[in-house]
């Protein structure tokens, strides 16, 4: 296991495939369908922390060239059992393509990305967009990395902290939405989703 994802947060995720995939198996994600009206016929879409595989198996279906990528192993193993996507086991850290996507849907799962970690994440999203390609994700908000009531690990930025985030890594945002959700552990945030476009050289 690499060192970029949280030992209680890879257990809970790893122990708890069986049901996290089967209750995300309904219906695709809020944003996806604008997300994905951006982009053109069967563009080629990296999906980071695709869980239990709900979105990955709509863009396929829709008709788009589909990289359904997770971190965890059992996860993995329950989207390619729910869905003939060929989802495979990567971590943040690993991803190393360069030019190979138009665009990068990650829903919530950069939020348990350490924050220490998450600059070189991002900038690797960056590299692996071709230019002009797009990017989601979205994170709980707060005032510091911590854990909810699950033991998982947040980065649970501020709004302007994500913002910055990705200005600083060669990003545009171009679409914006802040909503309060309930997580699954109970608790009532305010969340971000935000959604950017490559527009510039990324630092070094």
């Not at 995720?13 to 994905?36: K, N, V």
């Not at 008709?63 to 729910?82: L, S, Y």
């Amino acid at each position: 296991m690499s060192g970029i994802i949280d030992r209680a947060t890879y257990d809970f995720y790893q122990e708890g495939a069986p049901f996290y995939s089967a209750s995300s198996a309904q219906a695709q994600s809020r944003h996806l369908e604008g997300f994905l009206a951006r982009l053109k016929p069967g563009a080629a879409v990296l999906e980071l922390g695709c869980g239990g595989g709900r979105d990955s198996a709509y863009m396929a279906e829709r008709g788009f060239e589909v990289d359904a990528t997770d971190g965890i192993p059992a996860m993995v193993a329950k989207a390619n059992e729910r869905h003939d996507i060929d989802a495979r086991l990567m971590q943040f850290d690993q991803l190393d393509a360069e030019a190979a996507y138009d665009a990068v849907w990650a829903h919530a799962c950069l939020l348990h990305c350490p924050r220490a970690e998450l600059p070189s994440v991002v900038k690797a999203i960056h590299r692996a967009l071709r230019p002009g390609g797009l990017h989601y994700a979205s994170f709980k908000l707060g005032d510091g990395e911590g854990r909810d009531l699950l033991g998982r690990l947040h980065n649970f930025p501020d709004a302007q902290w994500v913002r910055d985030l990705y200005n600083n890594a060669g990003f545009d945002a171009i679409d914006e939405d802040v909503f309060a959700g309930k997580g699954t552990d109970g608790t009532q945030r305010d969340w971000i989703a935000i959604t950017l476009k490559k527009t510039t050289a990324c630092e070094a």
